[in-house]
């Protein structure tokens, strides 16, 4: 009698902890998707205030479609104070679990850069490059990754250790050169690398990368660590027939910050020169006609004048 009860409240106990678990978030997992032209661009470039956009998606695994559904908006307001651009979540099912998936963009910036309030992410990734190689480091705000964790906690009583986090880069080589590089205390494509693996990726390739427990312990205890060695082509960087339409239009969208700015200040130096060289030009001489009053005529070399100088701006 004695056991049969011990039983069942054993089998009662179990049965609790199972429904607890399953009422709130048991995973996450941040996602990164890196571009070789951006890194190499930024490594090969002088200018320090250069930075680029990058894609994050950030998943939670919900206890069920109507847990995600009733929690989705909640849980995108808290991961816009640690994202740039976070977009509209979404409900998705993997396997066997229902998990909220979010978009939101991290910056990708020379190594020293400081970025700007708007520009800061939670994750980011620097690189730091010499004359023939660029170091790849992923880096981690300790102090915006403990206020998650405060905020996670408070909200669905979970911790959001990074052991427990899953960390991946998906690569993809959108340049038209074949790039050689090293991957270090990772998997790739599913194959463990406990040291480093050295690659070469063709255009159009992809390499999924997860960061191995080893590695992201770095990650937590120094806020950085290098994750791959990228070796530069020489010359000028060919990129992707896409990529090149997307500059040629000027809506490439990855560029933010004081590039930017630069740009809008250059074209703005190069009108006053335009504006001189058409005054400077010599005016064709027109036959004099009888002009009864002056004044109107003052009045009318102003008009033409103004609709020079305004058709210039113009162009």
Avoid: H, W
């Avoid at 909640?74 to 979404?90: D, F, G, M, P, Q």
């Avoid at 099912?93 to 190594?111: C, P, Y």
């Amino acid at each position: 009698m004695f056991l049969k009860k011990f039983m069942n409240q054993k089998v009662f106990v179990l049965s609790s902890v199972f429904v607890l678990s399953i009422l709130i978030a048991c995973k996450y997992a941040i996602n990164i998707d890196l571009s070789l032209q951006k890194m190499i661009t930024l490594a090969k470039s002088n200018k320090d205030v250069m930075v680029y956009d990058s894609g994050v998606q950030i998943k939670f695994q919900m206890a069920s479609t109507k847990k995600c559904e009733s929690e989705k908006e909640n849980l995108a307001a808290i991961l816009t104070r640690y994202y740039k651009e976070v977009r509209e979540s979404k409900c998705a099912t993997e396997g066997t679990g229902v998990f909220l998936v979010t978009e939101a963009l991290i910056s990708i910036k020379k190594q020293g850069t400081v970025l700007k309030d708007k520009d800061k992410s939670m994750v980011g990734i620097d690189i730091d490059s010499s004359s023939d190689k660029a170091d790849v480091y992923l880096t981690m705000d300790k102090v915006m990754f403990e206020s998650l964790y405060m905020d996670i906690k408070k909200k669905y009583m979970q911790k959001t250790q990074l052991a427990n986090i899953d960390l991946s880069i998906r690569l993809v080589n959108d340049t038209k050169q074949n790039i050689n590089f090293k991957v270090f205390n990772s998997f790739v494509n599913k194959t463990p690398y406990p040291a480093f693996g050295t690659f070469s990726a063709k255009p159009d390739d992809t390499f999924e990368i997860v960061i191995s427990d080893v590695l992201k312990q770095y990650i937590n205890d120094t806020g950085f660590r290098r994750i791959m060695i990228i070796d530069l082509p020489s010359g000028e960087l060919s990129p992707q027939k896409d990529e090149v339409k997307k500059e040629e239009s000027g809506n490439t969208g990855d560029e933010t910050g004081s590039k930017k700015v630069e740009e809008k200040e250059t074209k703005k130096e190069e009108l006053p020169p335009a504006i001189e060289d058409k005054k400077d030009e010599p005016k064709k001489e027109e036959p004099k006609k009888e002009e009864p009053k002056k004044e109107e005529s003052k009045n009318k070399k102003e008009k033409d004048n103004y609709s020079d100088d305004d058709g210039i701006i113009i162009n």
